[in-house]
T-cell receptor, first 114, second 115 residues
Framework: KQEVTQIPAALSVPEGENLVLNCSFT??????LQWFRQDPGKGLTSLLL?????REQTSGRLNASLDKSSGRSTLYIAASQPGDSATYLC?????????????FGGGTRLMVKP | DVKVTQSSRYLVKRTGEKVFLECVQD?????MFWYRQDPGLGLRLIYF???????EKGDIPEGYSVSREKKERFSLILESASTNQTSMYLC??????????????FGSGTQLSVL
């Protein structure tokens, strides 16, 4: 059964820092990996989706990388801002034949201090 | 932009009541999902549907049922609500047949409290 782990569980940084969030998964036979953002009491917003054939995806100040062989992904946030404060979750398909039925990590709660 | 709308933001129900949570998406997505999210347990899949009238159990289907009579609407039903079903419920949808690589879009969530 696929398991997804995110470290650290919480992170507090001063505004302007570059930071890296980590995600690891146990079964490397994945179609893709998604990173989501969740604001308190709200739903999730998809930030980036990396397909299994890709190494990374970029959107603005966000860059996500994928290393299937080692079962790892990182989300890099450049020049962090207070508005980036949220919980960030990664997710992978539960198994090869389940379409996009996802298994989620526990999330990293990020606080960016002004 | 894709919109996934959950009918209620907050709900308070009594133990034993039958509860309906409604979700509508406006992008003609085939796949729809119901998750619950609890502190320390993360997101767990309850049920999903990849087509009208089709449904499959997720990780924690006990105590729940679903209905997908129309492509845009996916309902979660708590037949007899219990206090351990107090949770944040999140609906999601995506395009693509099974095995696809499309993004998942979430609604804003329904915070259900069962007293």
């Amino acid at each position: 059964k696929q398991e997804v782990t995110q470290i650290p569980a919480a992170l507090s940084v001063p505004e302007g820092e570059n930071l890296v969030l980590n995600c690891s998964f146990t079964d490397s036979a994945i179609y893709n990996l998604q990173w989501f953002r969740q604001d308190p009491g709200k739903g999730l917003t998809s930030l980036l989706l990396i397909q299994s054939s890709q190494r990374e995806q970029t959107s603005g100040r966000l860059n996500a990388s994928l290393d299937k062989s080692s079962g790892r992904s990182t989300l890099y946030i450049a020049a962090s801002q207070p508005g980036d404060s949220a919980t960030y979750l990664c997710a992978v398909p539960a198994n090869n034949n389940a379409g996009n039925m996802l298994t989620f990590g526990g999330g990293t709660r990020l606080m960016v201090k002004p | 932009d894709v919109k996934v709308t959950q009918s209620s933001r907050y709900l308070v129900k009594r133990t034993g009541e039958k509860v309906f949570l409604e979700c509508v998406q406006d992008m003609d997505h085939e796949n729809m999902f119901w998750y619950r999210q609890d502190p320390g347990l993360g997101l767990r899949l309850i049920y999903f549907s990849y087509d009208v009238k089709m449904k499959e159990k997720g990780d924690i289907p006990e105590g729940y049922s679903v209905s997908r009579e129309k492509k845009e609407r996916f309902s979660l039903i708590l037949e007899s609500a219990s206090t351990n079903q107090t949770s944040m419920y999140l609906c999601a949808s995506s395009f693509a047949p099974r095995g696809g690589n499309e993004k998942l879009f979430f609604g804003s969530g329904t915070q259900l409290s069962v007293l």
